[in-house]
């Protein structure tokens, strides 16, 4: 897993409710990844951040903040979880691999479920 | 939307044959890279063909690129059990990959 965590692992939560999830890695990689997981979409991209406190917009981001003050640390927020917000989400970052060319590595999932 | 699309969806094959997978893309690519996922778990990296290849070989896994189709193929050979997951392919656009919806292999024993 590249030194990659997520948490917490599974979470149940109610409609309107705010929740955090974290990603923790240890490698000091610059470029950490937001995803969310939903049949029949494969991978989305919610955020991403390519330094401390710079982040940037991926295909799905209404509904989700994130933050990065350290760089170990990527934190995503939804504000005010809704229904469709159910999903599991993947943070990743990316590594240089053979040749130079970026690889992305993921963490082991988050299973989000709004009730 | 997806700028990888996989075919087939989902694939059963008996252990032992070749398993292939094909994905095709909108946009011009850096590279593709394919990833597998176990179930429950998140994605590996595979392998990745930058846009000047036209084929790579790593182990069982041969990948071939067509960027006049915006096409590629993952070919998995003497496909065992243990292969059974779900292969995605990942267009790179610079800083980030944008992923299809994957197809589900099945390796029957």
């Known amino acids: 897993d590249a030194g990659i965590t997520q948490s917490p692992r599974h979470k149940v939560t109610e409609t309107g409710t705010p929740v955090t999830l974290r990603c923790h890695q240890t490698e000091n990689h610059r470029y950490m990844y937001w995803y969310r997981q939903d049949p029949g979409h494969g991978l989305r991209l919610i955020h991403y951040?390519?330094?401390?406190?710079?982040?940037d917009k991926g295909e799905v981001s209404d509904g989700y903040s994130v933050s990065r003050s350290k760089t170990e640390d990527f934190l995503l927020t939804l504000e005010s979880a809704t229904s469709s917000q159910t999903s599991v989400y993947f943070c990743a970052i990316s590594a240089p691999g053979i040749r130079g060319s970026y690889e992305q590595y993921f963490g082991p999932g988050t299973r989000l479920t709004v009730t | 939307s997806q700028q990888g699309e996989e075919d087939p969806q989902a694939l059963s094959i008996q252990e032992g044959e070749n398993a292939t997978m094909n994905c095709s893309y909108k946009?011009?690519?850096?590279?593709l890279q394919w990833y597998r996922q176990n179930s429950g778990r998140g994605l590996v990296h595979l392998i990745l063909i930058r846009s000047n290849e036209r084929e790579k070989h790593s182990g069982r896994l041969r990948v071939t690129l067509d960027t006049s189709k915006k096409s590629s193929s993952l070919l998995i050979t003497a496909s065992r059990a243990a292969d059974t997951a779900s292969y995605f392919c990942?267009?790179?656009?610079?800083?980030?990959?944008?992923f299809g919806g994957g197809t589900r292999l099945m390796v029957k024993p």
């Open positions: 946009t011009s690519i850096n590279n």
């Open positions: 951040s390519y330094g401390v406190k710079d982040t």
């Open positions: 990942a267009r790179d656009a610079g800083n980030m990959l944008t």
